[in-house]
């Protein structure tokens, strides 16, 4: 891209995309901690949600390939891997209990994994958001604010904290429609789980 006659350094989407090596440390120190959070809030164990992390980098590494950053942004991407592995770990305690568990009701439930599905995919979409309507949804949604606190916080027209929350909502609801579409025409559609409760 050029800029005033400069042309500016690829993204580190880019880089990534490339196979730069230094672009997967950069994506690590700008969104494991993104990806550390929402394992944390899924998860039991803080040793879980750390693998997490480390499967989600390394398969995204591996998958590199497959990433368009022309298509998305790849902190929406690597939730969506996160998301998958956090699925995947819960669903394999529900099959290989722990032992030395006390009480077998610690194992999560099927509705329970559902349940943390739909987490998941709300947090995958709201990472896609434009970076103004993401933070804007975050303080609106997730810290209780209202429409004055985020306008002043961000030093926003009131007017465009509130634009910002309805077309991210928008998004919002366009991403899961897409998302409940795929799931219909999945194999096992219509089996106990294989859609998200709305």
Do not use: N, Y
Request: hydrophobic share 40%; charged share 30%; proline share 6%.
């Amino acid at each position: 891209m050029l800029v005033s006659g400069v042309v500016s350094p690829p993204s580190i989407a880019q880089r990534f995309a490339e196979g730069d090596e230094s672009a997967l440390r950069e994506a690590f120190d700008a969104w494991g901690g993104l990806v550390l959070a929402l394992a944390r809030r899924t998860l039991r164990s803080e040793a879980d949600a750390e693998d997490v992390v480390q499967q989600t980098f390394v398969d995204a590494w591996r998958a590199r390939q497959t990433f368009d950053p022309d298509r998305g942004e790849l902190p929406g991407w690597l939730v969506g891997i996160a998301r998958r592995r956090c699925i995947d770990r819960l669903r394999a305690g529900e099959r290989q209990p722990d032992p030395v568990a006390d009480v077998a009701d610690d194992e999560p439930a099927p509705d329970e994994i559902d349940a943390v599905a739909d987490r998941l995919l709300v947090a995958t979409a709201v990472a896609e958001l434009p970076v103004a309507q993401r933070r804007v949804l975050e303080l609106a949604f997730w810290e209780g604010c209202t429409h004055d606190d985020i306008a002043e916080r961000l030093g926003l027209p009131l007017g465009t904290v509130k634009s910002h929350i309805r077309r991210g909502l928008e998004r919002l609801r366009g991403r899961l429609d897409r998302e409940d579409e795929g799931l219909a025409g999945a194999p096992g559609a219509g089996q106990p789980g294989a859609s998200r409760a709305r």
